[in-house]
């Protein structure tokens, strides 16, 4: 259970390839978390209750991409970080590459939060 202090990261819905540009430059300043989702699929489902639990920590905001209305932007993910489509899907970007990836099940708040928590600019790896 996400304890009552925690603060919900908000997610901002990506829907066009150009908005990608400044996720990924902006990754050098912070981490950007990136969620893939379909909204036919109760996996994903399962995933995003989880990415609605993440704290609001380094990645301020959870950016979005419905599977089923950008498939463009889902397609420009996978051709600019060589990560292979999946939904759910959830991609840590830190200085410009993917620094860590999950898929399915493996999406949990936890590991989420201990991702975007490494790849923050300065952060020790046992933070």
């Avoid at 540009?21 to 036919?40: D, R």
Wanted: with cysteine.
């Amino acid at each position: 259970m996400v304890e009552a202090s925690k603060q919900a990261a908000p997610f901002v819905t990506i829907d066009e390839p150009a908005a990608l540009e400044h996720l990924f430059a902006h990754s050098y300043n912070e981490p950007i978390l990136i969620f893939k989702h379909s909204t036919t699929c109760p996996i994903s489902a399962h995933a995003y209750r989880e990415m609605q639990r993440l704290d609001a920590g380094p990645a301020r905001h959870v950016h979005l991409v419905v599977v089923q209305t950008a498939r463009p932007v889902s397609n420009e993910i996978a051709r600019r970080t060589g990560v292979r489509h999946e939904s759910p899907q959830a991609i840590v970007l830190s200085r410009g590459e993917v620094a860590w990836t999950a898929s399915h099940y493996d999406i949990t708040a936890a590991e989420v939060e201990r991702a975007v928590r490494a790849n923050v600019p300065g952060a020790r790896a046992s933070e």
